[in-house]
């Protein structure tokens, strides 16, 4: 065996050592390998804790024996492995990944190792050098204060460089050769890490004012839900609403006063889609591009998108209902033209028909906001609007009311109401998606925390806290579980992760605890 090798082992371990006394022992952790211990091949490994998630090991193992040249079966080798481990909480606990160098010095022979690795040693002997690079992952489990357990699955590539000799000392010699290892990364650690109890607090007795200061009051209040994508998209876009928010289309409704609605406009007594017509573009434009987010969301989903076809009330009423009908299908195909994804089922299409609902609240907008301001415009025009109105009212067939209201006044009132009040008609209405979203499981366990720690109730707030540990939104709940359940330091470190956030209740509870 390389003796220079082994003392620059040993001088490395020896500094490692010298390293963890000048630290906390909460920052330092000695291991030991007891499925290696099975190989008999004593081993140690030291872990020093570098910062917040991250700490740097060194492994050993040295098996010398047999000393005898003369014996046949060998397995004597010096193993080297510093390694880097990022834990996946600022407890250095629970769950890692780890990436190791390894290096090794070995004389084996007539060793047969499991799963069929390595045979040219089960009949030969290789003398020579090892180096791999690996990945693994480990779990970490606290048996007491001292103690605790540590598994590890990983893999290792390298490079072997040896010489190859029949079993004996002396046996022929085969030549050097250098060849490629896969090493399996199979660790059960015993792990002493001493974790230092809680130091009472002195107890400080003022002899002029001997009322104890009042204990901090924490603040947590319940986290809003995710709603994915579509739930940001809506905050700018209303014409986006959640699908509980659905309503079936019935002629009573009055579309145009139904905020967030999206409308393209039709030419006279037309059902092509023009782009360049009016502001048609911008709109289209607008729609196919919400419903593809929304649809390419994981955690949304388009429910439901629904379009009312309109006509305007001037012709014939079939003629008008087949009108309504064919603009609210241009639409509906233009959606699909350009998302594919959006299958017919996707679809709420209704044919509106003549727009009198629209047009009887246009006028009774007009009738208000006149008789508000005491007009009487043009000769006489309120009380022609309200006898326009009293019309509607009393004429249910619509082509005798068509026929009626141009008559109306000389037909004066008809090209008021055409000049103003139709080209609006001339449109596909109505148009709004509906959304669906996952349902955030986070936010409902952690507001259930919640409510369990304003009752007090912190030792079973606790586990469900831990687990969505993961989840920023859990930090100030969890930190003020932890404070209330005896373990400040981790409660102060939730805090500032919170806070960093910018969670405003994690900022007020810090600011208490830290005054």
Known sequence: MNMNILKKAVLLVLLLAFYSNMQAQKNVAVRNNLIYDLSGTPNLGVDVRMSQHWTL??????????????????????????????????????????????????????VKFPFGMYKDVRHHRKEGDLAAIGLFYGRSWRLNRFFRLEGELGMAFGYAWSKKFDCNHCGTYYGKKTDPVFIPKFTLNLVYQKIEKKQKEPIIVNPIDTTPPPAPVLVVHKVAENTGRAGALQQENPVLEHVSHYK?????????????????????????????????????????????????????????????????????????????????????????????????????????????????????????????????????????????????????????????LRQLNKGRTFAYIKEHLLADQRNSGYLRIYYDYVPDTAAATINQASQLLQQERYAEALPLLRGVEADPRAWNALGVALWNTGSRDAALDFFRRAAQQGNADAKENLRQLTR
């Not at 390694?83 to 996946?88: A, K, M, S, T």
């Not at 006279?268 to 919400?290: H, M, W, Y």
């Not at 350009?338 to 299409?349: G, K, S």
């Open 57 to 110: 090991g060194m492994t050993g193992g040295y098996r010398p024996w047999p000393t005898d040249d003369k014996k046949v079966r060998k397995l004597r080798h010096l193993l080297i492995a510093p390694e880097l481990r990022y834990w996946n909480d600022s407890t250095f606990h629970h769950s890692y990944w780890g990436l190791n160098l390894i290096y090794s010095h070995y004389n084996v022979s007539h």
């Open 248 to 404: 079936p289309y019935d002629r009573t409704r009055i579309l145009r006063k139904e905020k967030g609605a999206l409308y393209v406009h039709f030419p006279l007594d037309k059902s092509t889609l023009l782009r360049d017509f009016r502001e048609n573009g911008v709109v289209l434009d607008r729609i196919v591009d919400i419903t593809r987010q929304v649809m390419a969301d994981s955690t949304s989903s388009v429910r439901c998108i629904q379009i009312v076809g309109l006509a305007s009330i001037e012709g014939r009423v079939k003629h008008n209902e087949q009108l309504s009908a064919d603009r609210a299908n241009a639409l509906k195909q233009y959606v699909q033209q350009q998302v594919p994804q959006a299958t017919d089922n996707l679809f709420d299409v209704a044919s509106g028909g003549e727009a009198w609902a629209e047009l009887y609240d246009q006028i009774s907008d007009i009738v208000n906001g006149m008789g508000a301001s005491g007009q009487e415009a043009d000769g006489g025009r309120l009380a022609a609007l309200k006898e326009a109105l009293q019309l509607i009212d009393s004429e249910a067939d619509l082509t005798r009311r068509e026929q009626k």
